[in-house]
């Protein structure tokens, strides 16, 4: 069974205190690990896509790696407005239709 | 503007009764996915479908029912056997599977 495990499940930084969210997976074959911001009482919205091992993405102040084991989502000099739920899924090779997704974690960013 | 349109945004169920949850895509996309998403938690799929007239079960299927006979539209209809309803529904759409989903804003369903 996929499983999807993020860490932690709530960050709180200062404005300007730049940090990491950790999504662990476990998938029988990975076809592709997903980012998305779900802000309270809204849909979540995509961020990323990411494939193999060793790639990255970035957009704006968000950075997004991928190991054999984990993902890291860095998020740089972070503003207020970064404040929301950051979730990860899991597509798998052997069923298209069907993401596993992670409890996300929720980060507060203070002025 | 295309994208997904949930409807209602709230909604109140009474003990026993069905209701039905709408969503509806202008996005063209042939997936689409009902997610339920309790306090704290991340989404739990209840079901898919990637072709009209044909849908999937998720994890969580026990209690609900869809349909897909448009493909602009997938239903979802909380019916009296399940048990605990309460809580925030999603629907998504995808077209590529690597594009990731577009989600709708969602229902809040309260049980009265």
């Known amino acids: 069974e996929d499983q999807v495990t993020q860490s932690p499940e709530a960050l709180r930084l200062q404005e300007g205190e730049s940090s990491s969210l950790n999504c662990s997976y476990t998938?029988?074959?990975?076809?592709?690990l997903f980012w998305y911001r779900q802000d309270p009482g809204k849909g979540p919205e995509f961020l990323f896509t990411?494939?193999?091992a060793g790639e990255e993405k970035e957009k704006e102040r968000l950075k997004a790696t991928l190991t054999k084991k984990e993902s890291f989502l860095h998020i740089t000099a972070p503003k207020p407005e970064d404040s929301a739920t950051y979730l990860c899924?899991?597509?798998?090779?052997?069923?298209?239709?069907?993401?596993?997704f992670g409890d996300g974690t929720t980060l507060t960013v203070k002025p | 503007d295309g994208g997904i349109t949930q409807s209602p945004k709230y909604l109140f169920r009474k003990e026993g009764q069905n209701v039905t949850l709408s969503c509806e895509q202008n996005?063209?996309?042939?997936?689409m996915y009902w997610y339920r998403q309790d306090p704290g938690q991340g989404l739990r799929l209840i079901y898919y479908?990637?072709?009209?007239?044909?849908?999937q079960k998720g994890d969580i299927a026990e209690g609900y029912s869809v349909s897909r006979e448009k493909k602009e539209s997938f239903p979802l209809t909380v019916t009296s056997a399940q048990k605990n309803p309460t809580a925030f529904y999603l629907c998504?759409?995808?077209?590529?599977?690597?594009?990731?989903?577009?989600f709708g804003s969602g229902t809040r369903l309260t049980v009265v």
């Open positions: 479908s990637q072709i009209v007239n044909d849908f």
């Open positions: 990411l494939y193999s």
């Open positions: 899924a899991v597509q798998p090779n052997t069923n298209a239709g069907k993401s596993t």
């Open positions: 996005l063209n996309h042939d997936a």
């Open positions: 998938v029988s074959g990975l076809r592709g």
């Open positions: 998504a759409s995808g077209r590529d599977w690597d594009y990731g989903y577009t």
